[in-house]
Every structure is written in C-alpha cells, then in structure tokens.
C-alpha cells in the first residue's frame, strides 16, 4: 500500500492510496471482476484480448519493452554450479529461439546478456552463449559432471556420441553426481511452462535431471538473501536507474549484497571498481562492456528473456497512468475520471 506523501517537495500526488497486488494470482480474473484497475495480459489470455471482437480490446495499451532480465541463477559455491564448463553446457543446450516462438508468443526476447536492448550501455556485439548441442555436451565431457551424459535417453540422436564422450573421461569425474534442484517462488501450480522446456532440454540434450521446488514468497527472498538455493529461478531484475552499474556490479561484484549466486570474478570485480569512479561515459561503457562479457563467458547466469512489447488492461477512468521501460511507475499525475 503506497500512500501520498502531501509534503512532496513537487506537490502532493492526485490519488491518496494506491494499494499494489503482490501477492500473484488470478489478476485477469480480478481485473474482470473491477477488483483491480490496471492488469498485464499474459499468454494464455493474449488471444482473446487482441480479438477486436472482445470489448477488452479497446482499453488494450501497447507499452514499450522494460529495461529487465529474467534469469536462471547458479551458486557457484555450490556443485555441480561450482564447475564453468558444467555451467557453460547448461547454457548452449537451450533453444531460446524456439521456447520465445513456439512457448511464449513472441511475447519475449532471448537474451544472451544482461544489459537489456537500448539500455546505456547495451552491447550489440555481445554474442553470448547460444544453443549449440554439440559443443554443450563437449563442455560437459570436459567438466567434473560428465557422468550426466550416461542419463541422456537411448532413443535421442545423439545417444551414441554422448557415450563415447563419456567413455573418453576418467572414471572419478562420474562419481558422486549431485542431485540438482532448482527453487522457484510459489506455493503450488506450475513452475512456468518455459522453465518446464529448459529443464527437459537439459535432460534430453544432457542427461542433466533437475528437480523443482516451490517455496513460499518471504521465505524464497530470505533465503536468497542467505545464498541457501543451489539454483534458483521465476524471477528477474529491472533497473532502478538507467546505467549499467544497477545491473554488473550490484548484481555481480563479489563483495555485492545482492549477488545470490556468490559469483565471484576477481577480474570483473576490478573493472567493476574502476567503472564507478570515471566520468567520461564513453570509458565507463567500455568497462561495463568488458565486465558483461567476462561475466557471460563466466556461465554466472543462465539469462533467460528480456521482455518484448506488453501489453496492459487499464479501466477507462483511470486518467495519467505513464508506461515506461523503467520499474518504477509514474504515480504522481494518475487520477480518476467521473466516467
């Protein structure tokens, strides 16, 4: 609940109370009931909305793509998340392309980084770790879990090969293959469809079995907090202010209180530490530039989407409501018309 501060320095806001919906659920359903006044419309419901015939479809905004990633996180403290090669693997076996397109409407973007597209420092260049099956199960016969490939099904393709990468390792890189299991916020239903494909590409390209597990809102973010997870996912970051620093170094400098994943790059951490004191933004780019890429080469995330357009229900007599690509939300002038 957000209440208006009448001592603002630039004046009172319009509305008195704002109260924000944090709790997930049914939010098309509520907003269809007048529970609530402003909705994002997602997938499943996306279809009937763009249908002209749908009286919805007349309050339907178009907003631009936020300035957000969504993200797989590893502990890399924490095995098999303490092995790059093992990270890397996970990485190059996802088909992005295909979840966006045939899971997601196209209602996302692969992201192969983390600056998200038009944000200051947005590397156009940065190729990332893209799908490539081979070289994944390479990486992985290379890594100190390459016992996963004995896992991948015998009716896949690229069986055979698996096994002999596998008959290439020694055999104490086999042993003692730790059980993984992923923790998503919630308290049942699904984990999300996307993560659902990740996870049995993960098996199929990898023989990588992963397991989920829901865990209550407060709890997921102290545990965070504490580094408990092994892997975690069903969340994202979005900036708070419109440079790079709010992304690489808060989220991935060592000695970061929001690094969950307990990255740790001594290399990044000095060009992180040099970006903050420069002023010329074209140096402090190029520093941003080269602490991403490190980070990206590094395995530290699986980066997962950055949103494409989205679209937003808003009832008619909400008056000023601004949609940027910023998180935090223009309040200020909203008001409520008599109609």
Do not use: C
Not at 12 to 33: H, R, V, W
Not at 166 to 186: E, H, M, N
Not at 223 to 245: I, N, V
Not at 251 to 270: K, R, T, V
């Amino acid at each position: 609940m957000l209440e208006r501060n009448d001592l603002f320095y630039r004046g009172p806001a319009n509305i008195e109370f704002i109260e924000n919906n944090l709790a997930g659920g049914q939010s098309m359903q509520m907003y269809e009931k007048d529970e609530i006044h402003i909705t994002g419309v997602g997938v499943s419901d996306l279809d009937r909305i763009l249908d002209p015939k749908n009286p919805l479809n007349r309050v339907l905004v178009v907003a631009p793509p936020s300035f957000s990633v969504s993200y797989i996180g590893f502990n890399t403290n924490v095995p098999p998340f303490d092995d790059q090669k093992f990270r890397q693997a996970l990485n190059h076996s996802i088909n992005k392309e295909l979840i966006a397109s045939q899971v997601l409407s196209n209602l996302v973007v692969p992201a192969y980084g983390i600056l998200p597209p038009g944000f200051p420092g947005y590397d156009e260049e940065l190729e990332g770790l893209t799908f490539d099956p081979q070289k994944a199960r390479k990486l992985l016969s290379e890594s100190k879990y390459s016992g996963f490939l004995s896992n991948i099904p015998s009716d896949e393709p690229h069986y055979e090969l698996a096994q002999e990468l596998l008959s290439a390792t020694q055999s104490s890189s086999r042993d003692q293959l730790p059980r993984i299991i992923i923790s998503v916020p919630g308290t049942g239903g699904s984990v999300g469809l996307d993560l659902e494909v990740v996870v049995d590409m993960w098996e199929r390209e990898l023989g990588v079995i992963v397991d989920f597990q829901q865990v209550e809102w407060a709890t997921f973010l102290k545990d965070l907090d504490k580094q408990t997870f092994q892997s975690f996912a069903g969340l994202g970051w979005e900036a708070d202010y419109p440079d790079p620093q709010d992304f690489l170094d808060v989220l991935f400098h060592s000695d970061s209180d929001i690094n969950h994943g307990a990255y740790s790059n001594p290399d990044a951490d000095e060009i992180l530490e040099k970006a903050r004191t420069l002023k010329d933004p074209i140096e402090r780019f190029q520093l941003y530039r080269q602490a991403e890429k490190l980070i990206v080469e590094d395995a530290a995330w699986v980066p997962m989407w950055y949103t494409g357009e989205r679209y937003v229900l808003i009832k008619p007599n909400v008056n000023g409501y601004k949609l940027t690509p910023m998180i935090i939300p223009k309040l200020k002038e909203v008001y409520f018309s008599n109609n």
